[in-house]
Protein backbone atom coordinates (compact mmCIF):
# COMPACT_ATOMS: atom_id res chain seq x y z
CA UNK A 1 0.00 0.00 0.00
CA UNK A 2 2.92 2.07 0.92
CA UNK A 3 4.61 1.54 -2.16
CA UNK A 4 1.31 2.50 -4.31
CA UNK A 5 1.12 5.73 -2.35
CA UNK A 6 4.75 6.36 -3.14
CA UNK A 7 4.02 5.72 -6.67
CA UNK A 8 0.83 8.29 -7.20
CA UNK A 9 2.96 11.25 -5.35
CA UNK A 10 5.69 10.47 -7.55
CA UNK A 11 3.52 10.31 -10.58
CA UNK A 12 1.64 13.34 -9.35
CA UNK A 13 5.13 15.15 -8.77
CA UNK A 14 3.96 15.78 -4.99
CA UNK A 15 6.76 18.43 -4.24
CA UNK A 16 6.02 20.53 -7.09
CA UNK A 17 2.32 20.14 -6.97
CA UNK A 18 2.42 21.63 -3.58
CA UNK A 19 4.70 24.74 -4.21
CA UNK A 20 2.52 25.48 -7.16
CA UNK A 21 -0.74 25.37 -5.11
CA UNK A 22 1.46 27.29 -2.68
CA UNK A 23 1.66 30.31 -5.47
CA UNK A 24 -2.49 30.08 -5.65
CA UNK A 25 -2.68 30.27 -1.73
CA UNK A 26 -0.56 33.15 -1.97
CA UNK A 27 -2.27 34.95 -4.76
CA UNK A 28 -6.09 34.11 -3.13
CA UNK A 29 -4.58 35.74 0.52
CA UNK A 30 -2.89 39.00 -0.99
CA UNK A 31 -6.18 39.47 -3.04
CA UNK A 32 -9.02 38.99 -0.26
CA UNK A 33 -6.70 41.59 1.88
CA UNK A 34 -6.97 44.05 -1.10
CA UNK A 35 -10.29 43.74 -1.73
CA UNK A 36 -11.28 43.52 1.58
CA UNK A 37 -13.10 40.60 2.24
CA UNK A 38 -12.96 37.86 5.00
CA UNK A 39 -10.93 33.89 3.82
CA UNK A 40 -14.00 31.77 2.60
CA UNK A 41 -12.07 29.06 4.42
CA UNK A 42 -14.19 26.28 2.20
CA UNK A 43 -13.48 28.21 -1.03
CA UNK A 44 -9.78 28.28 -0.04
CA UNK A 45 -10.04 24.66 0.66
CA UNK A 46 -10.81 23.98 -2.65
CA UNK A 47 -8.86 26.32 -4.34
CA UNK A 48 -5.81 24.08 -2.95
CA UNK A 49 -7.33 20.87 -3.49
CA UNK A 50 -8.83 21.48 -7.43
CA UNK A 51 -5.33 23.39 -7.90
CA UNK A 52 -3.33 20.28 -6.65
CA UNK A 53 -5.30 17.73 -8.55
CA UNK A 54 -5.05 19.56 -11.82
CA UNK A 55 -1.84 20.09 -11.31
CA UNK A 56 -0.86 16.43 -10.62
CA UNK A 57 -3.03 15.50 -13.40
CA UNK A 58 -0.74 17.53 -15.85
CA UNK A 59 2.33 16.15 -14.18
CA UNK A 60 0.96 12.69 -14.67
CA UNK A 61 -0.14 13.34 -18.42
CA UNK A 62 3.33 14.64 -18.68
CA UNK A 63 4.94 11.41 -17.83
CA UNK A 64 2.36 9.16 -19.52
CA UNK A 65 3.67 11.01 -23.06
CA UNK A 66 7.31 11.30 -22.55
CA UNK A 67 7.38 7.64 -20.54
CA UNK A 68 9.95 5.91 -23.19
CA UNK A 69 12.17 9.40 -23.24
CA UNK A 70 11.90 9.22 -19.09
CA UNK A 71 13.84 5.58 -19.65
CA UNK A 72 16.38 7.17 -20.83
CA UNK A 73 17.19 9.75 -17.97
CA UNK A 74 19.21 8.75 -15.24
CA UNK A 75 16.85 11.53 -13.34
CA UNK A 76 13.58 10.12 -14.29
CA UNK A 77 14.09 6.43 -15.29
CA UNK A 78 12.36 5.35 -11.92
CA UNK A 79 9.48 7.08 -11.93
CA UNK A 80 6.54 4.64 -11.74
CA UNK A 81 5.48 4.56 -15.62
CA UNK A 82 9.09 3.96 -17.27
CA UNK A 83 9.63 1.17 -14.79
CA UNK A 84 6.25 -0.35 -14.55
CA UNK A 85 5.18 0.21 -11.02
CA UNK A 86 1.82 1.78 -13.17
CA UNK A 87 0.61 1.10 -15.98
CA UNK A 88 -0.23 3.33 -19.06
CA UNK A 89 -3.71 2.39 -18.30
CA UNK A 90 -3.90 2.98 -14.68
CA UNK A 91 -1.92 6.61 -15.23
CA UNK A 92 -4.35 7.55 -17.70
CA UNK A 93 -7.21 6.82 -15.44
CA UNK A 94 -5.49 8.11 -12.63
CA UNK A 95 -4.15 12.10 -14.09
CA UNK A 96 -8.30 12.44 -15.88
CA UNK A 97 -9.62 11.36 -12.39
CA UNK A 98 -7.30 14.18 -10.99
CA UNK A 99 -7.80 16.38 -13.94
CA UNK A 100 -11.74 16.57 -13.91
CA UNK A 101 -12.00 16.59 -10.22
CA UNK A 102 -9.79 19.41 -9.80
CA UNK A 103 -11.99 21.35 -12.58
CA UNK A 104 -14.87 20.46 -11.16
CA UNK A 105 -14.44 21.83 -7.75
CA UNK A 106 -12.86 24.95 -9.07
CA UNK A 107 -16.54 25.38 -11.03
CA UNK A 108 -17.98 24.05 -8.11
CA UNK A 109 -16.52 25.81 -4.97
CA UNK A 110 -14.44 28.32 -6.43
CA UNK A 111 -15.83 30.07 -9.26
CA UNK A 112 -16.49 29.66 -13.20
CA UNK A 113 -12.88 31.43 -14.15
CA UNK A 114 -10.76 29.54 -12.08
CA UNK A 115 -11.62 26.02 -13.63
CA UNK A 116 -11.34 27.65 -16.99
CA UNK A 117 -8.10 29.07 -16.12
CA UNK A 118 -6.90 25.95 -14.56
CA UNK A 119 -8.06 23.53 -17.28
CA UNK A 120 -6.32 25.78 -20.20
CA UNK A 121 -3.50 25.53 -17.95
CA UNK A 122 -3.65 21.64 -18.62
CA UNK A 123 -4.14 21.75 -21.82
CA UNK A 124 -1.05 24.03 -22.34
CA UNK A 125 0.90 22.24 -20.90
CA UNK A 126 -0.02 18.99 -22.19
CA UNK A 127 -0.59 19.47 -25.44
CA UNK A 128 1.67 22.35 -26.54
CA UNK A 129 4.69 22.28 -23.75
CA UNK A 130 5.46 18.78 -23.44
CA UNK A 131 5.71 17.94 -27.44
CA UNK A 132 7.28 20.92 -27.55
CA UNK A 133 10.31 19.89 -25.76
CA UNK A 134 11.60 17.92 -27.93
CA UNK A 135 11.38 20.31 -30.93
CA UNK A 136 12.54 23.94 -29.81
CA UNK A 137 13.70 25.82 -26.79
CA UNK A 138 10.34 27.88 -27.49
CA UNK A 139 8.80 25.27 -25.44
CA UNK A 140 9.79 27.28 -22.29
CA UNK A 141 7.88 30.15 -23.64
CA UNK A 142 5.04 28.53 -24.28
CA UNK A 143 5.14 26.72 -20.86
CA UNK A 144 5.55 29.58 -18.62
CA UNK A 145 2.04 30.54 -19.97
CA UNK A 146 0.31 27.54 -17.15
CA UNK A 147 3.02 27.67 -15.48
CA UNK A 148 2.38 31.00 -14.44
CA UNK A 149 -1.55 30.81 -14.11
CA UNK A 150 -1.47 29.94 -10.09
CA UNK A 151 -1.00 32.87 -8.45
CA UNK A 152 -3.39 34.50 -10.86
CA UNK A 153 -5.77 31.54 -10.23
CA UNK A 154 -5.46 32.60 -6.56
CA UNK A 155 -6.33 36.70 -7.45
CA UNK A 156 -9.45 35.03 -9.07
CA UNK A 157 -10.86 32.36 -6.85
CA UNK A 158 -10.99 35.61 -4.28
CA UNK A 159 -13.32 37.06 -6.53
CA UNK A 160 -16.91 36.33 -6.66
CA UNK A 161 -19.67 35.37 -9.17
CA UNK A 162 -17.82 34.27 -12.54
CA UNK A 163 -14.39 36.37 -11.24
CA UNK A 164 -12.41 38.74 -13.06
CA UNK A 165 -8.92 39.57 -13.71
CA UNK A 166 -7.76 42.80 -12.29
CA UNK A 167 -4.26 44.26 -12.76
CA UNK A 168 -2.93 43.10 -9.51
CA UNK A 169 -3.55 39.43 -11.04
CA UNK A 170 -2.17 40.59 -14.20
CA UNK A 171 1.10 41.52 -11.72
CA UNK A 172 1.14 38.25 -9.99
CA UNK A 173 1.08 36.42 -13.69
CA UNK A 174 3.73 38.78 -15.01
CA UNK A 175 6.42 38.00 -11.66
CA UNK A 176 6.09 34.18 -12.00
CA UNK A 177 5.76 34.66 -15.92
CA UNK A 178 8.98 36.24 -16.29
CA UNK A 179 10.55 33.91 -13.03
CA UNK A 180 10.14 31.19 -14.78
CA UNK A 181 12.75 31.80 -17.53
CA UNK A 182 15.98 31.58 -15.37
CA UNK A 183 14.22 29.19 -12.76
CA UNK A 184 13.86 26.28 -15.91
CA UNK A 185 17.13 27.12 -18.17
CA UNK A 186 19.10 26.91 -15.15
CA UNK A 187 17.27 23.67 -14.51
CA UNK A 188 18.03 22.78 -18.44
CA UNK A 189 21.75 23.59 -17.37
CA UNK A 190 22.39 21.32 -14.66
CA UNK A 191 20.47 18.80 -16.57
CA UNK A 192 21.48 19.18 -19.76
CA UNK A 193 23.55 15.85 -20.93
CA UNK A 194 20.10 13.94 -19.74
CA UNK A 195 18.21 16.04 -21.63
CA UNK A 196 20.48 15.17 -24.64
CA UNK A 197 20.13 11.34 -24.22
CA UNK A 198 16.45 11.92 -23.98
CA UNK A 199 16.01 14.70 -27.21
CA UNK A 200 15.02 17.58 -25.34
CA UNK A 201 15.81 21.22 -26.42
CA UNK A 202 15.21 23.85 -23.44
CA UNK A 203 18.55 25.47 -23.59
CA UNK A 204 17.99 28.85 -25.60
CA UNK A 205 20.97 28.12 -27.77
CA UNK A 206 20.67 24.64 -27.55
CA UNK A 207 24.43 24.76 -25.53
CA UNK A 208 25.90 25.55 -22.14
CA UNK A 209 27.33 28.42 -23.81
CA UNK A 210 27.77 32.53 -23.36
CA UNK A 211 24.67 32.68 -25.58
CA UNK A 212 22.03 31.01 -23.13
CA UNK A 213 23.91 32.48 -20.17
CA UNK A 214 23.10 35.65 -21.99
CA UNK A 215 19.60 35.39 -22.29
CA UNK A 216 19.36 33.32 -18.63
CA UNK A 217 20.98 36.92 -17.02
CA UNK A 218 19.06 39.35 -19.64
CA UNK A 219 15.71 37.77 -18.12
CA UNK A 220 16.50 37.70 -14.67
CA UNK A 221 17.66 41.27 -14.77
CA UNK A 222 13.74 42.02 -16.89
CA UNK A 223 12.85 40.05 -13.85
CA UNK A 224 13.79 42.83 -10.96
CA UNK A 225 11.48 45.85 -12.49
CA UNK A 226 8.48 43.79 -12.59
CA UNK A 227 8.73 42.44 -9.42
CA UNK A 228 8.87 46.26 -8.45
CA UNK A 229 5.57 47.17 -9.82
CA UNK A 230 3.13 45.71 -7.34
CA UNK A 231 4.92 48.63 -5.67
CA UNK A 232 3.30 51.11 -7.89
CA UNK A 233 -0.39 49.45 -7.58
CA UNK A 234 -0.64 49.29 -3.81
CA UNK A 235 -0.28 45.62 -3.44
CA UNK A 236 2.56 45.96 -1.11
CA UNK A 237 4.61 48.18 0.77
CA UNK A 238 8.22 49.95 1.40
CA UNK A 239 8.83 46.76 3.68
CA UNK A 240 7.77 44.32 1.02
CA UNK A 241 9.53 46.20 -1.48
CA UNK A 242 12.99 46.24 -0.01
CA UNK A 243 12.78 42.33 0.61
CA UNK A 244 11.93 42.04 -3.04
CA UNK A 245 14.39 43.99 -4.54
CA UNK A 246 17.04 42.37 -2.16
CA UNK A 247 16.33 38.68 -3.57
CA UNK A 248 15.96 40.09 -6.88
CA UNK A 249 19.71 41.61 -6.36
CA UNK A 250 20.96 38.06 -4.68
CA UNK A 251 18.91 36.09 -8.02
CA UNK A 252 20.60 38.76 -10.90
CA UNK A 253 23.97 37.87 -9.11
CA UNK A 254 23.62 34.69 -9.37
CA UNK A 255 22.78 34.43 -12.87
CA UNK A 256 25.50 37.05 -13.89
CA UNK A 257 28.20 34.34 -12.05
CA UNK A 258 26.60 31.77 -14.25
CA UNK A 259 27.58 33.83 -17.74
CA UNK A 260 31.20 34.90 -15.94
CA UNK A 261 31.80 31.31 -15.55
CA UNK A 262 29.57 28.82 -17.60
CA UNK A 263 29.88 26.29 -14.73
CA UNK A 264 27.21 23.87 -13.90
CA UNK A 265 27.91 24.43 -9.76
CA UNK A 266 26.56 28.06 -10.61
CA UNK A 267 23.82 26.63 -12.79
CA UNK A 268 22.63 24.53 -9.83
CA UNK A 269 23.16 27.74 -7.12
CA UNK A 270 20.76 29.70 -9.58
CA UNK A 271 18.26 26.88 -10.22
CA UNK A 272 17.95 26.34 -6.05
CA UNK A 273 18.06 30.23 -5.78
CA UNK A 274 14.65 30.04 -8.01
CA UNK A 275 13.08 27.93 -5.95
CA UNK A 276 13.81 30.42 -2.64
CA UNK A 277 13.07 33.51 -4.38
CA UNK A 278 9.23 32.90 -5.63
CA UNK A 279 8.05 32.12 -2.72
CA UNK A 280 10.09 34.57 -0.73
CA UNK A 281 9.05 37.41 -2.76
CA UNK A 282 4.98 36.36 -3.05
CA UNK A 283 5.33 36.44 1.01
CA UNK A 284 7.18 39.87 0.60
CA UNK A 285 4.03 40.90 -1.17
CA UNK A 286 1.72 39.44 1.45
CA UNK A 287 3.00 40.69 4.47
CA UNK A 288 5.50 44.39 3.46
Known amino acids: MMGKMSSYAQF?????????????II?????????????????????FLGGFFVTGASNGFNQIIEREYDKLMPRTMNRPVPTGKMSVTEGMILASIMGITGIVFLHVFVNPLSAILSATALVLYVFAYTPLKRITP???????????????????????????????????????????????WAIAWVVDDDYKNAGFRLLPSKERDKASAFQILVYTLFLLPISVL???????????????????????????????????????RLMFGSFIYLPVVQLAYLFG
Not at 27 to 47: F, H, K, N, P, Q
Not at 242 to 264: D, P, T
Request: hydrophobic residues 60%; charged residues 10%.
Open 138 to 184: FAVFVGAFPGAVPAMLGWVAATDGFGFIGTNALLLFAVQFMWQFPHF
Open 230 to 268: PLLFGMTGIIGISVVLVCGIMFLYQAWKLYNSLEIKDAS
Open 12 to 24: AKLRLASLVVFSA
Open 27 to 47: GYVIAIEELGTSVDWLRMIML
